[in-house]
C-alpha cells in the first residue's frame, strides 16, 4: 500500500463517515489518503477535476459510494462514472443499507465492483470496513489511476 | 186464388148445412151436395200442377168458370194419363171439362155442348208448308203417332206413304232429318213440344186443319144431372165471349199466322212503358223492343191496353206482345218469352227501425207479407210457404197496406217500388232491405204462334244487350247508374274502416317496434355506461392500487433506509461510546444520539402523517385563502424578520374548500421551502391565483402559484423533489430537514383531483402551480376573474 493509494468516501452521513474512517485507519496510516465528499454531485465534480488535471486534486484507486444521497444519488454518480473512459476503471465499492433486490442488480448492471452492506452494529461495521480494505490494498492490483 | 177458395169454403159451408137440414127434416133423397171429381193429368195447357200444389189450365179455368155459373163444386185431383179414361168410366172421376171427343168414355159418360175445337194439322219444316197447302197431298212420306189423330185419315194413304212413330219426339227428329216430309197431329200438343224444344221456328203448322173435333164436358152419367146447368153455363160463356177469352189466354185455338205488323201492348207501367197523352209510345222497354224489332227486321206497332188485357197476356185476336215482362212458370203457360235482357230485383221493404233481422224470405217466416197481385214476387211469396201473404193491386197499394201497418213488410220490384215511395213522399218512413232477395229475369213476351218472332228477335239480343244502344236506354230512362249502391257503400266503408284500422295497428305496431328499439339501444347505452364506469373505476382502482404500491414501496423503502440511518447513527455512536474515556467526548456523543433519537422521531412522525393523508378522511369547509396565508405568515414572523423576508399576495384569492389543516400544510410547505432554499438578500415568497396558464408545455386552469426568488431546483432533480425523504442538499447547506414537505403538498393536492408542477432555474427561483378545490360559489366567480398576473 503506497501513499498514491487514494480512497474516496462518498457519504452525507457523518456518523458513517466516521465509522467509516475509524475502520479504515485503524491500525494503519491511510489517514490523509482519504477524500471525502458528502453529495453525489461533489464527488462527480471531484473526478472530473481530477480527470482533467486539475493539479489540486488527484483521482482516487477506490471510491466508497453511498446510494442515499442528497440530490444526485449514488445510482446516478454510480452510472457517470462507469460511462467516463477515464473514470470507469475505479473501482466503485457501493456501501449502503439497501438490500433491495433491484438496488443490488442495478447497481452491478452499472459497473459496480463490489456491494456491501452497512452492518447495523458497529463491530460488523468495522469488521466489513476492514475486510474491504486488506482485499483492495493488499489482495488486489489496483490500476494506476495516475 | 184465394177469394176463390174462400168461396168454394162458404159454399161447402152452406151445402153442409143445408145437407145437415136435410137430414135432420128426414126429406126425401136430394141432389148429392158431394163435389164433382175432376182428374188432372198434367198436361199444359190444359191442367198442370204447379209446386205449391194448385192447378192451372184451361181445364182448370173451364171448371171454376163452369162453378161460377152453375154453383157446383169441382174438385182437381193429380191422375195419370193412362188411368183417367178408367177412373172417369168407373165413375170415381165426375167430370173432365174439355177433352177432345173420345169414343173410350162414350158408354158411361154423357156430355156437353162443345167448348172448344181440337184440330188436327199437317206439320212441315218451314218453307215446305206449300207440300201440304192443298189439303190433299200425294207422294209425301207422311208419320203419325200410333193411336194419334193421324190414323183417322185413311184418304191419305192412296197416295202418300204412311207410316206411325212411337213418340212426338221420333216424329220431330225425322221431320228435321228429312225422314219425313210432313206429319199429321193435334195442333195443341204438336206446337206446345215444339215450343218447349225451341223447335216451333223451324217445324210449323201449314194448311187448312184436317179435321177438326170438338172439345166436350164429359160427365159421369152417375151425375149426369148437372149437364143441364153445365150446359147453360158454357152457353152463357159462348155469348159473352168469356170462352173465347179464356182459349185465346191458354192457347187452345190455333194461334193466328204471324201478321205482317206485330201489336205490342202498352199498359202503362213507366219507366217501362210509357202512354203519352198523344198517343205516342215511349219508356225502357217500348224503346228496347224498338231497337230489337230494328235489327230483327220485325214491323212492330204500339196499342195501349188496360191492366185486365195485360193481366190476360198477349194472345190471338187481342195483341201479339209485350215489350217486358217478368219471367215466371205459371206465365210460361200461357205464353212465350224471347231469352231475357233485362233483370227485375225485388226487395223487402219494411217501415223505419222494423228491419232488424229480415234479411230473406225466410226471416219473414210467420209475418204479413203485402205483394203486387200481378208480380213475380208474388208467385215467389207464395211458393216459399210459411208467409202469411196479403195481395195487393199495384205499387200504390202494396206501398200504402205497408204504411197503414196492414202488413209488416211488402216484396216488390226494387226500382218500381223506390220510385212509388219517393213519389208518395215516404222515403223516411220505409226502409228497404240491402240486398234485394231476388231477380226476376224479364223478356219480351209473345202470344203462341210468333215462334219465328221470338228465334228473330232472339238473335239479335246477344248483341243488343252488349250494345251502346242499351246503355244510353238505361241512361235514358233509368238515370245514371248509381255508382254508390247500398252495397258499395257498404262495402266502401268497411275497407275505409279496414284501413283505418290497419293503419292504427301499424301506427301501434311501428310505436312499439320504435319503443322496443329504444327499450334495446337504453339498455345497450346503460350496459355500455355501466361497463365503462366499470372499466374506469377499473382504472383508477388499478391506478389507485398502482399509486398504493408506490407508495408502499417507497414506505418500504423509506422504513429500510431513512429510518434505519438514524438507528445505526445512535448504534455507532453508542459503540463509539463505550471506547471513550473523555468526559466531553461522551457528552458529544449523548447529544448527538439524543439528536439522532427525535430526528427518528420526526421521521416516524411525517411519515405516519403522510399515510394518513392518503385516506382522505378529513372535514372540510370553506376557507379563505389570504387568512389562512396570513396565518402563516404569523407563525413565521419571526424567522422571516431574521432573514429579510416577505410574503405577498398577488392578486384575489379565491375561497376554498378543504380540510384547513392539510390547506395549511401545503402553503406552508411551499413558503417555507421558498424562504429556505433562498440566498437571496430580500427572500420573498408571492401567491397569487390564475385562470389561465400554460406551464411547462401545458395548459392550467384555475390554478394557485407560490413564487419565491431562491436557489431554484435543477431540471435534473424535477422527479426527485416529490418524493419523500428526499432532498436535494446536505444539512450542512440550507439546513436540516426530513425532505418530507413537498411529498406531502402533491399528496394532498393530488388526494384533491388536482395537479402539482413547478417551473425553475438554478439560481432563477421557482414557481410552484397547483389546484386545490375551490368553494361552490367560485367556481362561477372565478370564471368572471380575470386578474391574470404573469409569474
Not at chain 1, 466503485?92 to 452492518?119: F, R, W
Not at chain 2, 219471367?327 to 227501425?353: A, C, K, L, Q, Y
Not at chain 2, 203485402?370 to 211458393?383: H, I, L
Request: aromatic share 6%; proline share 4%; glycine share 8%.
Amino acid at each position: 500500500m503506497n501513499d498514491r493509494n487514494k480512497i474516496m468516501i462518498v457519504e452525507d452521513n457523518d456518523d458513517d463517515y466516521e465509522a467509516c474512517v475509524v475502520a479504515l485507519t485503524q491500525d494503519n496510516n491511510l489517514a490523509n489518503t482519504l477524500q471525502r465528499c458528502t453529495t453525489g454531485d461533489a464527488a462527480l465534480e471531484f473526478l472530473m477535476g481530477a480527470r482533467e488535471g486539475n493539479s489540486r486534486h488527484q483521482l482516487p484507486s477506490l471510491i466508497l459510494l453511498d446510494l442515499n444521497l442528497p440530490g444526485t444519488d449514488g445510482r446516478e454518480v454510480l452510472q457517470q462514472i462507469k460511462a467516463d473512459k477515464a473514470l470507469r476503471m475505479i473501482p466503485v465499492v457501493v456501501m449502503t443499507t439497501s438490500k433491495d433486490e433491484h438496488d443490488i442488480q442495478d447497481c452491478y448492471m452499472a459497473g459496480a465492483n463490489s456491494y456491501v452492506l452497512k452492518p447495523v452494529d458497529l463491530q460488523g461495521f468495522f469488521e466489513a470496513v476492514a475486510r474491504l480494505r486488506d482485499y483492495w490494498f493488499q489482495i488486489v492490483i489496483l490500476p494506476d489511476p495516475g | 186464388m184465394k177469394a176463390r177458395r174462400l168461396e168454394t169454403a162458404v159454399f161447402r159451408c152452406l151445402a153442409g148445412m143445408l145437407a145437415a137440414i136435410a137430414l135432420c127434416g128426414a126429406a126425401t133423397a136430394q141432389d148429392d151436395p158431394a163435389p164433382l171429381r175432376a182428374g188432372c193429368v198434367d198436361v199444359a195447357p190444359l191442367c198442370t200442377v204447379a209446386q205449391n200444389g194448385e192447378f192451372h189450365g184451361f181445364m182448370v179455368e173451364l171448371a171454376r168458370a163452369i162453378e161460377r155459373h152453375t154453383g157446383l163444386e169441382i174438385e182437381f185431383e193429380a191422375v195419370r194419363i193412362e188411368d183417367v179414361i178408367r177412373l172417369q168410366n168407373e165413375g170415381q172421376l165426375q167430370i173432365l171439362p174439355g177433352t177432345p171427343r173420345l169414343d173410350t168414355l162414350a158408354e158411361t159418360n154423357v156430355t156437353s155442348e162443345p167448348v172448344a175445337q181440337s184440330e188436327t194439322r199437317f206439320f212441315v219444316l218451314l218453307g215446305n208448308q206449300d207440300l201440304v197447302e192443298s189439303g190433299e197431298p200425294e207422294g209425301l212420306n207422311i208419320a203419325y203417332v200410333e193411336r194419334g189423330a193421324g190414323a183417322n185419315f185413311p184418304q191419305l194413304f192412296e197416295n202418300n206413304r204412311v207410316e206411325s212413330r212411337n213418340t212426338l219426339d221420333q216424329i220431330i227428329i225425322d221431320l228435321l232429318a228429312g225422314r219425313a216430309d210432313a206429319s199429321i197431329n193435334s195442333e195443341l200438343g204438336m206446337s206446345r213440344l215444339l215450343r218447349n224444344l225451341r223447335l216451333d221456328s223451324r217445324v210449323v203448322a201449314a194448311g187448312d186443319p184436317i179435321a177438326s173435333e170438338p172439345r166436350l164436358v164429359y160427365i159421369h152419367e152417375s151425375r149426369a144431372d148437372v149437364l143441364g146447368p153445365v150446359n147453360d153455363a158454357i152457353a152463357a160463356m159462348q155469348a159473352s165471349g168469356e170462352l173465347a177469352e179464356m182459349r185465346q189466354t191458354w192457347g187452345i185455338d190455333a194461334p193466328d199466322p204471324v201478321p205482317d205488323v206485330l201489336k205490342v201492348g202498352s199498359v202503362g207501367f213507366p219507366p217501362n212503358t210509357i202512354n203519352n197523352a198523344d198517343g205516342t209510345f215511349s219508356g225502357f222497354a217500348v224503346d228496347a223492343l224498338r231497337n230489337l224489332a230494328d235489327r230483327a227486321g220485325l214491323e212492330i206497332e204500339f196499342v195501349a191496353i188496360d191492366r185486365a188485357e195485360f193481366r190476360a197476356g198477349p194472345s190471338s185476336g187481342t195483341y201479339d206482345m209485350l215489350p217486358l215482362l217478368g219471367i215466371g212458370p205459371e206465365r210460361r203457360e200461357r205464353m212465350d218469352f224471347t231469352i231475357p235482357f233485362e233483370t227485375f230485383p225485388h226487395s223487402i221493404f219494411t217501415r223505419v227501425g222494423e228491419a232488424t233481422g229480415i234479411s230473406d224470405l225466410d226471416s219473414l217466416e210467420g209475418r204479413k207479407v203485402g205483394v203486387g197481385a200481378f208480380n213475380m214476387s208474388r208467385t215467389v211469396a207464395q211458393a216459399h210457404g210459411g208467409l202469411d201473404v196479403q195481395v195487393y193491386n199495384g205499387p200504390a197499394a202494396v206501398l200504402n197496406a205497408l204504411h197503414t201497418g196492414e202488413v209488416d213488410a211488402i216484396l216488390f220490384v226494387s226500382s218500381a217500388m223506390r220510385k212509388q215511395i219517393k213519389e208518395a213522399g215516404l222515403a223516411r218512413a220505409i226502409e228497404e232491405v240491402s240486398p234485394p232477395v231476388l231477380s226476376v229475369d224479364g223478356a219480351a213476351a209473345l202470344r203462341f204462334g210468333l215462334g219465328s218472332v221470338r228465334e228473330r228477335l232472339n238473335a239479335v239480343i246477344p248483341g243488343f244487350l252488349i250494345s251502346e244502344d242499351l246503355q244510353d236506354l238505361r241512361q235514358q230512362y233509368f238515370g245514371p247508374p248509381v255508382f254508390w249502391t247500398q252495397t258499395r257503400i257498404y262495402s266502401g266503408v268497411s275497407a275505409l274502416a279496414v284501413l283505418f284500422l290497419a293503419m292504427i295497428a301499424f301506427m301501434i305496431w311501428q310505436r312499439l317496434q320504435r319503443y322496443r328499439q329504444q327499450l334495446e339501444i337504453d339498455q345497450q347505452q346503460r350496459e355500455l355506461e355501466r361497463e365503462q364506469r366499470a372499466s374506469e373505476e377499473l382504472a383508477k382502482l388499478v391506478t389507485e392500487l398502482e399509486r398504493s404500491n408506490r407508495e408502499l414501496d417507497e414506505f418500504a423503502y423509506t422504513a429500510s433506509h431513512d429510518l434505519k440511518e438514524p438507528l445505526r447513527g445512535i448504534a455507532i455512536n453508542a459503540n463509539f461510546m463505550t471506547r471513550e474515556i473523555e468526559p466531553e467526548e461522551i457528552e458529544r456523543r449523548v447529544a448527538r444520539m439524543v439528536e439522532l433519537t427525535q430526528r427518528m422521531e420526526k421521521l416516524i412522525s411525517d411519515l405516519l402523517y403522510f399515510s394518513r393523508l392518503g385516506r382522505g378522511e378529513s372535514k372540510s369547509t370553506d376557507i379563505d385563502c389570504d387568512h389562512l396565508i396570513r396565518a402563516i405568515e404569523g407563525e413565521l414572523r419571526e424567522t422571516m424578520q431574521e432573514c429579510n423576508a416577505s410574503i405577498v399576495i398577488e392578486t384575489d384569492l379565491p375561497v376554498l374548500h378543504a380540510d384547513p389543516s392539510k390547506l395549511k400544510t401545503v402553503f406552508q410547505n411551499l413558503i417555507v421551502n421558498g424562504l429556505k432554499y433562498n440566498d437571496a438578500a430580500q427572500k420573498a415568497v408571492e401567491i397569487g391565483f390564475q385562470n389561465d396558464v400554460i406551464v411547462n408545455g401545458s395548459s392550467m386552469n384555475r390554478v394557485f402559484y407560490v413564487r419565491d426568488n431562491g436557489i431554484g431546483i435543477e431540471e435534473k432533480q424535477r422527479d426527485k423533489v416529490f418524493r419523500i425523504f428526499k432532498r436535494l442538499h446536505p444539512d450542512s447547506a440550507y439546513g436540516r430537514g426530513t425532505g418530507a414537505g413537498l411529498a406531502f403538498v402533491q399528496k394532498i393536492v393530488e388526494g384533491y383531483g388536482g395537479k402539482i408542477t413547478f417551473t425553475a432555474r438554478p439560481g432563477g427561483g421557482t414557481v410552484f402551480y397547483f389546484s386545490l378545490p375551490l368553494a361552490q360559489r367560485e367556481n362561477q366567480a372565478s370564471t368572471d376573474r380575470r386578474e391574470n398576473v404573469p409569474p
